[in-house]
Structures are given as structure tokens and as C-alpha cells.
Nanobody
Framework: QVQLVESGGGLVQPGGSLRLSCAAS????????MGWYRQAPGKPRELVAT???????NYADSVKGRFTISRDNVKNTVYLQMNSLEPEDTAVYYC???????????????WGRGTQVTVSS
């Protein structure tokens, strides 16, 4: 019902920057939350950042001050600007989408296939 396609991953040196994009298509509701999660080898998937359609954001402590999430509601696209990248940021980054159907009840979560980010010298 909702398809998410990530792009922008790659190899970058420590201290460098990358900008990830996630384009959503399908049955997109105007009021929703999109975000980024990441999973490193042998580690559980963890929150990176989320942004609601109204602009409210949430960041993991590990990326605050370095990463910035933003979105274009017309394009149904969410971005993640990653600066001052560290080797610990190496992971597969996944785009996420959900919405609240009624008060307190979420829709299913939708996920992209992921894009690899590798931070290494």
C-alpha cells in the first residue's frame, strides 16, 4: 500500500557528510510520520530520527547535533542530512512510515529496503 525507496547511501570518510532521501508512494495520507532507523551488523535496529508531517522531530541521542531530518510534504519525501559522520554510524539505514488511524492506534509500519552507509578511512 505504501512503498518507500531510499537513496543516497555510500562510502564516506570519518568527518564527512551524506544526505539520504526516501520517496514514498502509494496510499499516502497527509498526516503521517516518517523517519529513519538503522541496523549495524549484529545489532538490533535502532531509531535515528523521525519527523511528523507537521514538522515535529525526534532524534536519537547519538545523532543529535550531527544529523538533521527534514521532509517535503508535496513530494512525500523525507531526508536525512548526516554531518560529522563517525565509524559508529556505519549501518543499513531504513526509511519508515506510519500514521495514526484513530487516537492512540497506529497503522502498520512500512519500511524501505534500506541503503548502506559505510564510514571508514
Amino acid at each position: 500500500q505504501v512503498q518507500l525507496v531510499e537513496s543516497g547511501g555510500g562510502l564516506v570518510q570519518p568527518g564527512g557528510s551524506l544526505r539520504l532521501s526516501c520517496a514514498a508512494s502509494g496510499s499516502i495520507f497527509s498526516i503521517n510520520t516518517m523517519g529513519w532507523y538503522r541496523q549495524a551488523p549484529g545489532k538490533p535496529r535502532e531509531l535515528v530520527a523521525t519527523i511528523a508531517s507537521g514538522g515535529s522531530t525526534n532524534y536519537a541521542d547519538s545523532v543529535k547535533g550531527r544529523f538533521t531530518i527534514s521532509r517535503d510534504n508535496v513530494k512525500n519525501t523525507v531526508y536525512l542530512q548526516m554531518n560529522s559522520l563517525e565509524p559508529e554510524d556505519t549501518a543499513v539505514y531504513y526509511c519508515n512510515y506510519y500514521r495514526f488511524i484513530v487516537g492512540g492506534i497506529r497503522s502498520n509500519d512500512y519500511w524501505g529496503r534500506g541503503t548502506q552507509v559505510t564510514v571508514s578511512s
